[in-house]
């Protein structure tokens, strides 16, 4: 198989499973050894993960728009296609690109199911996948999950890096109680996991289940020869630039100890050796992939093995459906506004966005707030503005000259589909380093919160709008994007990695 970038891909040592007793058994090429020094697996010790996990009970789940799955199917079935588990964030920015990776996956035989919070259901529901719930208790409207996404809502910088961390630290306890038995109703055999969700991969290291990562967000370069992506730093070479890169590593592990307290414990109580000075060191031996198309990269030659470039996990379907007022569109020049799904709880930044659009009457705006500010807050809409919660963002972008982002990746990515230039205006997390990635290729502006006022917008929204290059910049990108095929690319690679691809007679 051939990746997107023309290379060979290095993961084709995956072995079928079989069962055997009734427990999925991983043969030994299943699960590659590791690079020297990071991970050793040994047994699991009894008690960590329920009997329904170890022995590969649990009821079957329920597949929504599908028939059941039956469970008097041979084995010779069973090796020909793989159940597959996604374990993935609540947020939109995750369950899309992760909903439309899974169809793919289910498009080719495969039984795939989506385990996530609670909240997440009605998304999954809306792309006809399988749907399993862990973490109930903990986070289904407790207050506490209430106030910890309003804090993520509002807050900028490495303090909202710090404050993710943190809660995901807190969030481990609860997965790690409650996913092996998710991943026993799903009957997984693999799971593929969601690089942000730290450590969470321990998990299925300790049930002997193969796992494969991918970035839905900007995925994490800790070799420090790029970057991380946390930092708006620009890419450079240079001995100090390198000493920095390694610094802002260094920075994000010393964040991740403090608040995996409960995770190390586990790993110690499952006997797997980890390397907790080196963030990268449980990345999935198989294969990890973003959904970052080599042509937004940085220069780099670094990259392991089993890392892989492709490009958007999506194909513009299985998404909730969305209300929206089309009669209100004039066929003006259209400025599509968005700061995401989760650092979208300041409502001055809305108010900066619709003062800016109040200088340019030829010009009309779309702006999606979320549901973390009420668009009373903004205040009186001007009357070429729109502003709703929510907005069927790819269809809006199809029609849109400007996009006004947070510089999240799939909005980013959405975007460059189209053909649209941005102007970003990063929070926190990735979004400095998609950011700094915009400003790399030229394909928009970046500003900070710091520096937004409806003038300084204004005038930037001017900038890109005269200025020719941005768009053929952004262009550029669309027809990398149409190119790299990345969705198709990721599922091959995910089969690949796990052994079930046609070469071998599927």
């Not at 427990?23 to 020094?37: A, F, I, N, S, T």
């Not at 910890?148 to 969030?171: N, P």
């Not at 500010?373 to 963002?393: C, E, M, R, S, W």
């Not at 982002?405 to 102007?423: C, D, K, R, Y």
């Amino acid at each position: 198989m051939e990746r997107a970038d023309g290379k060979r891909n290095s993961t084709k040592n995956a072995k079928k499973r079989r069962r055997v007793g009734g427990v999925m058994e991983c043969d030994v090429g299943l699960v590659p050894r590791p690079r020297e020094g990071s991970i050793e697996r040994v047994a699991a010790p009894v008690g960590l993960a329920s009997e329904a996990a170890l022995h590969g009970g649990g009821p079957n789940w329920d597949c929504g728009n599908q028939d059941k799955i039956e469970t008097g199917r041979s084995i010779l079935e069973l090796h020909a296609r793989m159940r597959i588990a996604f374990v993935t964030f609540s947020a939109s920015g995750h369950l899309n690109p992760t909903t439309a990776l899974a169809r793919q996956l289910q498009s080719r035989n495969h039984e795939v199911a989506i385990i996530s919070l609670p909240d997440a259901e009605p998304y999954v529901r809306a792309a006809g996948l399988a749907f399993i719930p862990y973490c109930e208790e903990a986070f289904s409207a407790s207050s506490g999950a209430k106030e910890i996404r309003h804090q993520i809502s509002v807050i900028q910088g490495l303090d909202g890096v710090r404050l993710i961390i943190e809660a995901l630290g807190q969030m481990m306890g609860p997965a790690l109680s409650t996913l092996p038995a998710a991943l026993a109703t799903a009957r997984a055999e693999a799971v593929v996991l969601d690089t942000n969700h730290y450590y969470v991969e321990v998990i299925p290291m300790s049930l002997g289940l193969p796992y494969v990562h991918i970035s839905n967000a900007l995925h994490l370069d800790c070799s420090g020869y790029t970057p991380l992506c946390f930092y708006d730093w620009p890419h450079e070479t240079t001995p100090t630039a390198l000493a920095r890169n390694r610094k802002g590593v260094a920075n994000f592990a010393g964040m991740l100890k403090q608040a995996n307290a409960t995770v190390r414990d586990y790993a110690e109580r499952a006997g797997l050796k980890i390397d907790w000075d080196d963030p990268g060191s449980t990345l999935s031996p198989l294969a990890s992939i973003t959904q970052v198309p080599r042509a937004f990269e940085f220069e780099s030659s670094h990259w392991p093995p089993q890392f892989h470039h492709t490009g958007p996990f999506h194909d513009g379907n299985g998404r909730q459906n969305v209300d929206f007022p089309w009669e209100r569109l004039t066929g003006e020049p259209l400025i599509y506004a968005s700061m995401g799904t989760v650092m979208n709880g300041r409502a001055d930044v809305f108010r900066s966005i619709v003062a800016a659009l109040t200088k340019h009457k030829d010009l009309q705006l779309v702006l999606s707030v979320g549901d973390r500010v009420d668009p009373d807050q903004i205040g009186a809409a001007p009357k070429n503005a729109i502003i709703v919660k929510q907005a069927p963002q790819l269809e809006l972008l199809k029609r849109s000259s400007v996009c006004i982002t947070h510089a999240g990746l799939n909005t980013t990515l959405e975007s460059l589909a189209q053909g649209v230039p941005q102007i970003a205006i990063p929070v926190t997390h990735d979004q400095p380093g998609v950011a700094a990635r915009i400003a790399d290729k030229q394909t928009g502006v970046v500003t900070s919160l710091d520096k937004l006022t409806a003038e300084h917008l204004s005038t930037l929204l001017d900038d890109v709008l005269s200025d020719p290059a941005y768009r053929a910049n952004a262009r550029k990108l669309q027809q990398a994007i149409k190119t790299a095929n990345g969705l198709s690319v990721a599922a091959d690679l995910i089969e690949e990695a796990l052994g079930v691809t046609d070469e071998d007679g599927d």
